[in-house]
């Protein structure tokens, strides 16, 4: 367990963020940049083993990010590893694929109950736009429908990025709001090529959101009377929430499914699955990159999806999640703080009902949720690692030794929250 | 050496193939499609060690593909396949980066004269689109100019793929024509944010063609002229060419310029290097990717650029190449046969003129090209891999033995073009 203790010194982060800040723009991009974080968020890291991992310094964390999703079994799991350095040693990137492409494939249509073929990138971005192409060929039509304020990649055609590359043919829908989507439709006027939906709304900065049962069937519904395309952005919740693909509870297929994140455990694949009747569409629209036929990563995905089947991973990640969720609770409770703990709870995430007054959804402003910002801080203290403001991922190789101490861990930041903010009102217990 | 008299019977290759069209639209997809090669070019492949592959049927080959690219030392290089394992026992994709990103930044700012930072993701396209949104940023325009027929990678913007994502904001020029590229200006009227251009002229079917000293130099002119950015596409020849980038021979600097292939000798990772000017824009304009601060991949590149330097890996791979082109060049005047070899030689392309008359520039249709396809048919039955129509690339691990075994199936391939198309003008001698 990390040392709860531990003064967490950080000199080599510093140093290092000292020769990024030279050669690497803004001293790091994307994602993984941590100058919206607290302050005691190392930027660097050196070591996973299982739930854990280790800064560059040294100190030790809990992990609850999961690396934004990839690692599902937990990290340097050897299972996945062996398989994958069985291939990189003798064949991984050649001028063909190797068999391990097609064992792929065929496990991810055996265990996908509607799909018929597997397609591999390296991107989630690269499915969902794909998707999107695919969808446009298919039906000759142009507007793509998703949902306002949700994340599909950082390509320009989802975010808009800058002039001259728009948001090209997409029109928005609201989450979970089947009127917003006929609304959408009408405004397609005749050009609906294909629905875009995330398995779950996880926009940052609010609460999560499961789908209703009513709008997962009535966007399939939608799209069959309308002939267009059903994708689902499986990205984020693949093979955490449902094996067989995160809608499969719901009983509603999509058309496409687009995967990546967990799929192969950490190394670098993304998948879409598809139907008999776009495969044809699939086989003549281009889309290709160097990587993307390399066999170590589809090994690692065949040995990802197998373990997690064998040992119930799934089973297990939702138990530690109901504990984990149940406990702060409980400790959130017990210091007088109101909370909401939203999405499911192998992807939790946990905003101060107070924060919200103040809350900016801007990420690169700096945010104004303090509550969140401090208990996240005090967590890292003591050796846990939970994003304050993007939803968290739980692995596999979680212990209720680890859940516990992160329920500890949680109860003592709560306390600190407490006296900072003493102030805030107290929720009335129920 | 491989076996030249081997049947190569590909049993093996017949059964993944068939269960490959039941999971995966068309069989495969993308440029590892065998389908427009001769017959008897395997799909499937299980080992690479320095120059030579194998197929899943145990047949071997030398090998001038690398992958289309991505493999420069060799296969299975000890050097940087240990480089990238000690990185995946230990870290490879956690919640930030390692120490190895640094590294690797700093040392491509070291090699690259003009370059001031880096920038990582998994594909080529990934840079290429993302340099094309950070000139549209950092200038507030929207046009970007590029060569018609010119190949940046298969993301709708660049391709145009299908109806509501066309290639938008783009005007075409022609390579090698500064005339073509004021007129592109003027077109753009006013609204030139950036040109892209590839490291040399490498389009499919055609010659290829090095830049002009005057073109090169003339769109750096043009560019700051309008205060436009220039974005060099290296995705292709980048550290196959010259370790300080392709354009460095002509003294010509590009303000961003995209890598992938070769970077990592295999190991999934592209990268954009840019100049000072440029920093703050990529710092504020959001482009992330699940996998593109994994360590292992980064291990690798900088094993493979440190790798190369020490050995002189350029110079040797174009010796070899010199070598090869001499060669086949000698055994086709031999058997009266004109062809031409074009392009750098440690990246190859050879067209039959006879076939000029009959080709047609059409990837997806059946390439009326029989010269060059029964040319290649017949190296790859004499365990030599050579593309039809797509370019060669020349590895660091190929010997003179590989080079002189592959001119003599050369000879035994031209003997038997000539055989079959008997009527074929033959060239003057000089």
């Not at 007088?336 to 703990?341: P, S, T």
């Amino acid at each position: 367990m990390p040392d709860s203790t531990n003064t967490r010194a950080m000199p080599r982060d510093a140093a290092l963020r000292e020769r990024a800040a030279a050669v690497i723009p803004n001293g790091m991009y994307g994602h993984q940049n941590v100058h919206v974080l607290p302050d005691n968020f190392p930027q660097f890291f050196s070591r996973g083993e299982g739930a854990h991992i280790w800064d560059v310094d040294g100190n030790e964390y809990i992990d609850y990010l999961c690396s934004y999703g990839p690692i599902l079994l937990g990290h340097a799991h050897p299972g996945v590893d062996r398989a994958a350095a069985a291939e990189l040693e003798t064949s991984d990137c050649l001028n063909g694929p190797g068999e391990k492409m097609v064992e792929l494939a065929e496990l991810l249509v055996d265990i996908t109950p509607w799909a018929d073929w597997a397609w591999f990138a390296k991107n989630g971005t690269d499915a969902t736009v794909y998707a999107a192409t695919v969808a446009r060929a298919a039906t000759g039509r142009g507007a793509i429908l998703r949902a306002g304020g949700a994340y599909h990649g950082s390509a320009p055609t989802w975010m808009g990025l800058e002039r001259g590359s728009p948001a090209d043919g997409t029109i928005e829908y609201s989450y979970n709001d089947l009127a917003s989507v006929r609304a959408a439709i009408d405004a397609a006027d005749g050009d609906f090529a294909g629905l875009m939906v995330s398995a779950f709304k996880h926009d940052v900065f609010i609460d999560q959101e499961m789908p209703t049962q009513e709008f997962a069937q009535g966007v399939r519904d939608l799209c069959d009377a309308h002939g267009a395309v059903l994708i689902l952005d499986d990205v984020r919740g693949g093979f955490r929430l449902d094996i067989r693909g995160s809608w499969a509870p719901l009983g509603v297929d999509p058309d496409l499914s687009a995967y990546c994140k967990a799929i192969g455990n950490g190394y670098p694949i993304s998948a879409l699955l598809g139907r008999d009747s776009l495969a044809k569409t699939v086989g003549r629209v281009m889309a290709t990159g160097s990587y993307w036929y390399s066999s170590g990563p589809m090994a690692a995905a065949v040995a990802t999806i197998t373990t997690m089947q064998e040992t119930s991973g799934i089973a297990h990640i939702h138990a530690m999640g109901e504990r984990l969720r149940n406990g702060l609770a409980d400790r959130a409770a017990a210091h007088g703080l109101a909370i909401r703990q939203t999405g499911p709870v192998e992807m939790p995430l946990l905003i101060f009902d107070a924060d919200d007054a103040d809350a900016k959804a801007d990420l690169f402003t700096l945010l104004e949720v303090p509550r969140v910002r401090m208990f996240s801080a005090e967590l890292a203290k003591r050796g846990v690692y939970m994003h304050p403001f993007h939803n968290g991922f739980l692995s596999a190789a979680l212990t209720k030794e680890d859940i516990d101490h992160t329920i500890a861990a949680g109860d003592e930041a709560f306390a600190a929250v407490r006296a900072q903010f003493s102030d805030d009102p107290t929720p009335e217990t129920n």
